[in-house]
């Protein structure tokens, strides 16, 4: 019963300022790494990523959230190190950055600097922001667990240093070169038929965007939040 009430209660001034704070949206690919245009599953991540984006972005923008997109047009060629100097430039409260794996395993995961590395001559991020995203990360997985349980494998949140090319520089370039939060969620693993049937379908996307809408309110919540426990 108090849950659902809980549910049900917006909330009307969570920032003390009355604030609409800066959401960017990172639809992965393409960039200098990847087009993202490979098809798995008929589907591809470029296009799953900014499908579940322009999702997200209307939730939140419903929300009270100023949200700032790095890209205009599924197939805009944006680089990493710019995706991340949007989120700067806007002094974004999250840069929350969609992609899809490719992997063997199955499901999301939720990624974060959890070290510093170096690109293009560039050491970053600093302590604040690796702080801050890792927050962030941890709020972003409490509501994907509960909202796409049974639905898609809980990959948990890890460090960048977990990814091949955090492994290789430390962190992400596009966490490298970011001055304000930064997350990468791996929605799905597309290459797994069942993962890409889920986020193909409308409801799976919906389902994605509000879950990630969730633990973004969670993190940073908007004048017009859902209350969330
Ligand atoms: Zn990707």
């Known amino acids: 019963m108090r849950l659902t009430l809980a549910l049900l209660a917006f909330a009307t001034a969570v920032d003390a300022q009355g604030r609409h704070p800066?959401?960017?949206?990172?639809?992965g690919h393409p960039s200098e790494v990847s087009s993202g245009a490979a098809?798995?599953?008929?589907?591809?991540?470029?296009?799953?990523a900014w499908q579940v984006g322009q999702r997200l972005a209307t939730l939140l923008r419903a929300q009270g959230y100023a949200v700032?997109?790095?890209?205009?047009?599924?197939?805009?060629n944006v680089s990493n190190v710019d995706r991340a100097r949007i989120g700067n430039r806007t002094q974004a409260a999250l840069v929350v950055r969609l992609h899809c794996d490719d992997s063997a395993d199955s499901g999301y995961a939720i990624y974060?600097?959890?070290?510093?590395?170096?690109?293009?001559g560039r050491t970053g991020p600093n302590?604040?922001?690796?702080?801050?995203?890792?927050?962030?990360a941890e709020s972003?997985?409490?509501s994907m667990?509960?909202?796409?349980?049974?639905?898609?494998?809980?990959?948990?949140?890890r460090g960048d240093s977990k990814t091949a090319i955090g492994e290789q520089q430390g962190a992400l370039t596009g966490s490298i070169y970011s001055e304000v939060p930064v997350v990468l969620v791996e929605m799905v693993t597309l290459s797994n038929p069942r993962d890409a049937a889920f986020i193909?379908?409308?409801?799976?996307?919906s389902l994605m965007a509000q879950a990630i809408a969730e633990g973004i309110g969670r993190y940073a919540p908007a004048s017009n939040s859902p209350r969330v426990r």
């Open 39 to 48: 098809v798995h599953n008929g589907t591809s991540e470029v296009h799953v």
């Open 145 to 157: 667990s509960k909202l796409l349980a049974g639905k898609l494998k809980d990959g948990g949140v």
């Open 140 to 142: 972003l997985h409490v």
């Open 22 to 27: 800066t959401i960017v949206i990172d639809p």
């Open 112 to 120: 974060h600097p959890d070290r510093q590395g170096t690109s293009h």
């Open 127 to 136: 302590e604040a922001v690796m702080r801050a995203s890792a927050a962030a």
């Open 68 to 76: 700032v997109m790095t890209k205009s047009a599924e197939r805009t």
């Open 200 to 205: 193909k379908a409308p409801r799976g996307q």
